[in-house]
T-cell receptor
Framework: GNSVTQMEGPVTLSEEAFLTINCTYT??????LFWYVQYPGEGLQLLLK?????DKGSNKGFEATYRKETTSFHLEKGSVQVSDSAVYFC???????????FGGGTRLMVKP | DTGVSQDPRHKITKRGQNVTFRCDPI?????LYWYRQTLGQGPEFLTY????????KSRLLSDRFSAERPKGSFSTLEIQRTEQGDSAMYLC????????????FGPGTRLTVL
């Protein structure tokens, strides 16, 4: 089945710093790719998605581009805020079915 | 708010007891998923329903676990004879039938088995 690998954390940045969280995938075909975010004490929230190769997903200043050449879907933000402190998960469908397989998560801590 | 809801939010039980969790999906979604998340890990798939039919089950779903979705609306996840290793966050998600099949998650039920 499909799988995803993301960089381990924690990632600690100062406010307004540039963020990159790496995510690479192994997949049959070109499944949709997702980034979810989990704020402290809360459930998973969809952050952004891309449904086909070369698509760019974006939301709340975060962006990720579906790159089939490098099988990557890295998450970026130009200027992080303290409120972005959370755990970020890269995900894609496990197989032709519908359940998602997730990376291990990357904890981001942003200091003022 | 018409998001996915789960009940209870927290459950503490003693080893060997049975527990049941409930998930109410977004009303127009016909797919419903259960995941389990342990501390510091990403969610792991348990099972999923399309309407009332349970279409796929993970090998993580031992015979002590059973899930139902009568009438294709809410779902229940029951764990019988709980073990300490069952302690985790149990997440429910729902989606439409069809691509891109974006799943929306509930707040989760945190289970602690003493």
């Amino acid at each position: 089945g499909n799988s995803v690998t993301q960089m381990e954390g924690p990632v600690t940045l100062s406010e307004e710093a540039f963020l990159t969280i790496n995510c690479t995938y192994t997949a049959t075909g070109y499944p949709s790719l997702f980034w979810y975010v989990q704020y402290p004490g809360e459930g998973l929230q969809l952050l952004l998605k891309a449904t086909k190769a070369d698509d760019k997903g974006s939301n709340k200043g975060f962006e990720a581009t579906y790159r089939k050449e490098t099988t990557s879907f890295h998450l970026e933000k130009g200027s992080v805020q303290v409120s972005d402190s959370a755990v970020y998960f890269c995900a894609l469908p496990y197989n032709a079915g519908n359940m998602l397989t997730f990376g291990g998560g990357t904890r981001l801590m942003v200091k003022p | 708010d018409t998001g996915v809801s789960q009940d209870p939010r927290h459950k503490i039980t003693k080893r060997g007891q049975n527990v049941t969790f409930r998930c109410d999906p977004i009303s127009e979604h016909n797919r419903l998923y259960w995941y389990r998340q342990t501390l510091g890990q990403g969610p792991e798939f348990l099972t999923y329903f399309q309407n009332e039919a349970q279409l796929e089950k993970s090998r993580l779903l031992s015979d002590r676990f059973s899930a139902e979705r009568p009438k294709g609306s809410f779902s229940t996840l029951e764990i019988q004879r709980t073990e300490q290793g069952d302690s985790a966050m149990y997440l429910c998600a729902s989606s439409f039938d069809g691509p891109p099949d974006t799943q929306y998650f509930g707040p989760g039920t945190r289970l602690t088995v003493l």
